[in-house]
């Protein structure tokens, strides 16, 4: 469970980041292979008790870097997505993040 180190990482970055201030969203981006509901429930763990623990979140997926062992062409997605141009097979040449906080909206709650 390295997500639950990755969370609280990205928790402690966002909390030292924002200070005192209040924000009233968070954006956080989870990668392909990562599951939503193990981050979710990390995210919890790692915020409790702090302002941001009962922010909203808005939940990007993430996209691995891809190349076409075909044509070469480079595309997003999962490890397992044909190539948009041919069909063929991807290589990941760049992973996505498991876990990053994309934004966070600043304003009263």
């Known amino acids: 469970m390295h997500e639950r180190g990755l969370v609280s990482k990205a928790a402690a970055e966002l909390a ?3 200070g005192d201030r209040q924000v009233d969203s968070i954006t956080l981006s989870i990668g392909p292979d990562t599951q939503r509901e193990v981050v979710e429930d990390a995210w919890r763990s790692a915020t409790a008790g702090t302002p941001i623990a009962d922010t909203p979140i808005e ?11 075909d044509c070469g062409a480079s595309y ?19 992973a996505a993040p498991e876990v990053v906080v994309m934004d966070a909206g600043e304003g009263v709650r």
């Open 16 to 18: 030292s980041r924002i």
């Open 76 to 94: 997003r997605g999962r490890k397992l997505t044909p190539c948009a141009r041919c069909g063929g097979n991807g290589l990941i040449v760049e």
């Open 59 to 69: 939940w990007v997926s993430g996209a691995h870097e891809l190349v076409c062992l």
